[in-house]
């Protein structure tokens, strides 16, 4: 496991980061009935407001290491000064720009970590952004593993819809991390972690009454070539789980996640799946409160009840066509409140582009992302998804380290 340890060989300190510049252009209808808009998803994130967007969508800057001659006690820090839901969800800026802030501690069997850091879990969400050529996170990923953190303003039932009150979890949170690598042989591993976190993504606070989250991680992975890091030559095989309860106004909410998947690649092609399950806590969008035409003010809105239901999976592949170019291409999909007929929802995306890459890793990717939308059992609902359209997107991705 890469994350959270420093090679030996590094220097104790090194100063590293990244810039993406990103283009984005949604094809979808704009809908709006007695002034409210119905068509979040026909704008782009983080703010909601245009179809048309041209920004640098993450800035990073970070600095690893070691302190000592051994490399028994080593730190990762990395900052956020980009546009996106980390400091802009929706609109409501956030002054949140530390995402990660942790130590591990090597001198026993198992490490352990300490801090604010990436949980164990999804691989989605675990690879690092500069890596991937995918410039979207699955919709699977972005709804139901991408946490949103709200002060509420209204509440129907166990239904809640309230503003930000903080960053996005950006998958991470704060807390005390056991894992380990064990070498069956020189290509056979098996990973493990758990980690006993606040629930609370990069909120460094206690916000759900002293109840923690436990997050559980499991892979086998076999080495097939000599290449490290995100273009490790191998096989792997992975399960997670993590479970803990959030707090809204006075209540507490069971919220359930777990996953298998696989990653393969061979130094040509690479194939990566996931199959995610979840309950309790499901993000059903963003909801406009304005009902002034072309005034959106959106709100996050959230079903909180431990017996609603979403899961689904994706499918992504890349090929190496020449030494800097790759074809790529993805379908995920994404069932939600599964439980409750007139309030399913099932996204459908399929996504095809190419990655040029002029040197290391710095690159440009293009992405192309046919999208639908299904209410199966709501007629009403799926005239306003039928304005879901089509989203072009185009990266710059440059590293520094």
Known sequence: MIQGTQKAATKDHNLWGFAQLRYTNNGGDIYEVKGFNKTPFSLNTPELQRQETFNLSRLRVGLRGRFDDKNKINYFILTEFGENGVTNPIGYSQHSYLTDLSVTFRYLPVNIRVGQYKYPGSEEGFMARFASPFIQFTTLSSQLMLERYISPTSVNGTKYLGVPSHSVGAYRDSGIQLFQEINLDKTNSISYAYMY?????????????????????????????????????????????????????????????????????????????????????????????????????????????????????????????????????????????????????????????????????????????????????????????????????????????
């Open 197 to 401: 976190g606040l629930g609370a993504g990069m909120q460094m606070d206690n916000v759900n009454g002293m109840h923690p989250t436990h997050y559980l991680y499991m892979a086998y992975e076999k080495i097939l070539g000599d290449l490290k890091g995100y273009n490790t030559e191998s096989l792997k095989l992975y399960g997670w789980y993590q479970r803990g309860k959030r707090k809204l106004l006075e209540e507490l909410y069971d919220r359930t996640r777990y996953g298998i998947g696989l990653t393969y690649y061979d130094g040509l092609l690479r194939v990566e799946s996931e199959y995610i399950w979840g309950r309790g806590m499901i993000f059903t969008g963003a909801k406009d409160t304005s009902s002034i035409p072309s005034n959106n003010v959106w709100q996050y809105e959230i079903e909180a009840d431990e017996n609603n239901k979403a899961d689904g999976y994706y499918l992504s592949t890349t090929y190496k066509v020449k030494t800097n170019i790759e074809a790529i291409a993805r379908y995920d999909e994404y069932r939600r409140m599964q439980n409750i007929s007139a309030k399913e929802r099932v996204i459908k995306n399929t996504t095809i582009g190419l990655s040029y890459k002029f040197k290391g890793v710095n690159r440009i990717d293009l992405n192309y992302t046919f999208s639908k939308a299904y209410a199966p059992h709501n007629s009403t609902a799926q005239s306003i998804l039928n304005n879901a359209g089509d989203i072009a997107r185009i990266q710059l991705t440059w590293v520094y380290r």
